[in-house]
């Protein structure tokens, strides 16, 4: 390894960072973070500072689980990699399907494919669903449907169904036949309705307004976050979801649940479709599958549409997958972080320390004029959105929100800033102590401003 002056003068000069303008990252650096333990980082200074971001919401068990690293460590010696595609498997990538699939057999799940990310499965989910319809004589039905505010990641496919046009202008045009209703955003929406279950239904209607339009037998497939994350934290009215899913039966259009965050207990349920009871058709998941210790995703079929593909003649064949598919060690650290997941019961954490959260930033909005909207109250996934005038709720401006930052950073805690909203979404295992902290550290950063 390179010594610290090395580091410091090369930080951000080769490499380019996701998500981040490349010319001003040389002039102000990112922060290099050298080691973890338990929800803390440790930088390069040797400034510690609690991860209140779990990573990119996904560090769900912490840093220090040594299970998942001895589990990785021995499969890297066992056997470092052989391929999946047809033909080929390997015995830690049986074992980690088996437990995925019996994680998520309450959802309806059947069947598991594994990528290499959260990415991959939801392009995985958009094509398998394309497939199905054609399997099943219906091979017109390919646009998609999908929620503004939604995030599904950065490939084509998902980046088209993506409902916040920062991740998309620069790179049109995308996909043809992609559609977007209103997001399930109480705060701001255009049909100005504070109500959350009024405004799921004012969407419901607008869905069924669009697949009338369009034509039903057009559409494969309709993809929702259970919670939206990225896009702010926005969490629907509990019937939003299971209204979807009785819209989407009634039109033959599958549901796809892109559960890559919600999913493995950050919502205080095993999956965010089990918190609002719906059984989608297809899922995508990643992130707190390994709880980022490799970089894992998962497709996952229901019965019923594995059974489509699996009684299918040649049109049943999957001409998708990833090199990586399966990946022992990835699987060895999807088996690992699964029975840890359990053992550990974090969601029954993740829904105390949530509620503990959520109700330390509606005390805290009660202080700071500048907090318009305090969203969460499901698991560890809290959004604070801060405006400069709460009657007209302008959002604050990108400099007070640098400001912001820095002034979490330096009171000892990691957030992850989306736009004008302060996202937070430690780990599932911290404590109620170090969510004392993070409450604290928003404090003195909001008292600075
Ligand atoms: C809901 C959702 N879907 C998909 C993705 C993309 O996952 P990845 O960054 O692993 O490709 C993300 C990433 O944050 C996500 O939050």
């Known amino acids: ?58 560090a769900n068990l912490g840093y220090s689980n040594d299970v998942v690293k001895e589990a990785i460590a021995k499969q890297l010696y066992d056997l470092p990699y ?31 494919f594994f990528t290499s990310g959260g990415s991959d499965s939801v392009e995985t989910c958009l094509r398998l669903a394309r497939q199905y319809h ?6 017109a039905r390919t646009k998609f449907l999908s929620l503004k505010k939604g995030y599904h990641g950065t490939h084509f496919g998902g980046a088209s169904v993506n409902g916040n046009n920062r991740f998309r202008i620069g790179y049109e045009p995308l996909l043809a036949g992609c559609f977007h209703l209103p997001s399930p955003y109480t705060y701001r ?47 629907p009215h509990e019937t939003f979801m299971p209204l979807m899913r009785e819209i989407c039966d009634r039109h033959g259009i599958l549901m796809i649940a892109d559960e890559v965050i919600c999913g493995f207990g950050r919502t205080g349920a095993w999956s965010g479709s089990r918190l609002w009871g719906v059984k989608p058709d297809l899922m ?51 088996a690992a ?51 400069s005038d709460r009657a007209t709720k302008t959002p604050l401006d990108a400099e007070t929100m640098g400001r912001i930052n820095a002034a979490i950073l ?13 996202a937070m979404s430690p780990p599932l295992v911290i404590t109620e102590a170090e969510v004392n902290t993070i409450l604290a550290s928003l404090d003195t950063a909001l008292a600075s401003v």
Not at 29 to 43: F, N, R, Y
Not at 85 to 111: C, H, K, L, Q, S
């Open 284 to 334: 995508s998941v990643a992130k707190g599958i390994t709880s980022a210790y490799f970089p894992v995703g998962a497709a996952l079929i229901s019965e019923a549409v594995a059974e489509v593909f699996e009684t299918a003649g040649p049109e049943g064949n999957i001409f998708h997958g990833y090199t990586y598919s399966a990946h022992p060690v990835g699987a060895a650290a999807v």
């Open 410 to 422: 330096d009171s000892g805690t990691m957030v992850r800033m989306l736009g004008n909203t302060v």
């Open 82 to 112: 052989y391929s999946a595609f047809a033909g080929t498997t390997n015995p830690m990538a049986i074992e980690a399907a088996y437990m995925v699939r019996d994680f998520f057999a309450e959802d309806g799940i059947g069947r598991v």
């Open 1 to 58: 390894m390179k010594d610290d002056n090395f580091l410091k003068e090369n930080n951000a000069r080769q490499l380019w960072h996701p998500m981040g303008h490349p010319g001003q990252l040389q002039a102000n650096t990112p922060v290099i973070v050298t080691k973890a333990e338990g929800s803390t980082l440790e930088d390069i200074d040797g400034t510690r500072r609690i991860d209140a971001a779990g990573g990119l919401w996904c």
């Open 337 to 387: 972080c699964l029975s840890e997941t359990l053992r550990l019961d974090t969601k029954t954490n993740a829904a105390a320390r949530g509620t503990q959260m959520f109700e330390g930033v509606q005390a805290l909005a009660a202080k700071y004029d500048i907090i318009g909207d305090v969203r969460g109250g499901h698991g560890l996934m809290t959004g604070v959105e801060l405006v």
């Open 134 to 139: 054609r399997i099943k004589g219906a091979p």
């Open 189 to 235: 929406n255009p049909f100005d309705e504070s109500d959350p279950e009024k405004l799921a239904q004012k969407i419901a209607a607008v869905m069924e307004d669009e697949i009338a339009f369009q034509g039903a037998e057009t559409i494969a497939a309709f993809i929702m976050e259970p919670i939206l994350g990225a896009g702010g934290v926005i969490v």
